[in-house]
């Protein structure tokens, strides 16, 4: 399977516990995005990466939550004393870069945090 | 500040009738990019279709065609002689060129086609 994979694909923790969820881009993209998605709305940006740097981060982005993308492969979103607000859907969303044309977002299967 | 709305949040048709969905946005870049995704009842977001700003000319694919006019800001999306697999939750979405190209979405219109 060549598109973007993430991990788990479910997540159920207890309030005040850290998550992390880690997702896998498609191999040749050097964009990789994260979203968030409530149940009945359409995902909402958090964070993205060009390569390993971090270029853009949300207000939704609390200082609870922390991404990298170390070697601009592979990233991590990882949550720190979660919230019952947290509870969601998490996107991760890969692209490249192909001289100046712009490339479409693939999305992963997501992400689905339950916190109880 | 980029926003995209989609005033239809249902949309309920009969097996093989025609159905458009809107799309309107709003933004303050001259360069920007416009989506349809799909989300089937499985979750995953199915990328659909990409225009850019300069490009107005409208596009079919099949049974879908798009229809993006700058004057009134709305990018509509129809599909012709739905299918029951054409039931989903269809998105909406804005990226502008100054902004990282993150997409901004629209909250969704969930389609269903009934047999």
């Known amino acids: 399977d060549t598109g973007v994979s993430q991990d788990p694909r479910h997540k159920i923790t207890k309030r005040g516990q850290n998550v992390t969820f880690r997702c896998d881009p498609i191999?040749?993209?050097?964009?990789l995005y994260w979203y968030r998605q409530t149940l009945g709305q359409g995902p909402e940006f958090l964070t993205y990466?060009?390569?390993?740097?971090?270029?853009?981060k949300s207000r939704l982005l609390s200082d609870r939550f922390s991404a990298e993308r170390p070697k601009g492969s592979f990233s991590t979103l990882e949550i720190q004393r979660t919230e019952q607000g947290d509870s969601a859907m998490y996107l991760c969303a890969s692209s490249g870069i192909t001289g100046s044309s712009y490339n479409e977002q693939f999305f992963g299967p997501g992400t689905r945090l339950t916190v109880l | 500040a980029q926003k995209v709305t989609q005033a239809q949040t249902e949309i309920s048709v009969v097996e093989k009738e025609d159905v458009t969905l809107d799309c309107v946005y709003e933004t303050r870049d001259t360069t920007y990019y416009l989506f349809w995704y799909k989300q089937p009842p499985s979750g995953e977001l199915v990328f659909l279709i990409r225009?850019?700003?300069?490009?107005?000319q409208n596009e079919i694919s099949g049974r879908y065609s798009w229809n993006f006019q700058k004057s009134t800001s709305s990018f509509n999306f129809t599909i012709t002689a739905s299918q029951v697999v054409d039931s989903a939750v269809y998105f909406c979405a804005l990226s502008e060129a100054s902004a990282g190209n993150m997409l901004t979405f629209g909250g969704g219109t969930r389609l269903m086609v009934k047999p």
């Open positions: 990466f060009q390569n390993e740097a971090q270029l853009e």
């Open positions: 225009r850019n700003s300069f490009d107005e």
């Open positions: 191999s040749e993209h050097n964009r």
